[in-house]
């Protein structure tokens, strides 16, 4: 029996994004929630682009670019409902280049 082994992110740099300059179409509402009332910052090993970052400080980083537009992230964060999110722009997010 073969094995085959997939390497995520290999696949995922086949995909392309086309960065909304000055208008992310993700936000963290108040970056004190996630400092101060989120435990576990789930965000942070849901998100499958790993758009989101734990600072040292207990903070959260958040780079929109390269986001897959799953809605992981405002799923996993509705305890709290401090994302904002919606679809980018036309023509502008994740470009898939099998779909």
């Given at each position: 029996m073969n094995v085959i082994t997939v390497n995520v992110e290999d696949k995922l740099f086949q995909n392309r994004y086309r960065v909304d300059a000055g208008r992310p179409h993700i936000k963290i509402r108040d970056s004190a929630i996630c400092t101060n009332?989120?435990?576990?910052?789930s965000c942070t090993f849901v998100c499958p682009a790993a758009c989101y970052k734990e600072e040292g400080n207990g903070s959260v980083t958040l780079i929109t670019d390269g986001c897959l537009?799953?809605?992981?992230?405002?799923?996993?964060?509705?305890?709290?409902n401090n994302v904002d999110w919606e679809y980018p722009r036309g023509g502008h997010g994740i470009l898939f280049k099998f779909g």
């Open positions: 009332d989120c435990g576990v910052k537009e799953c809605g992981s992230c405002r799923i996993i964060c509705s305890e709290h």
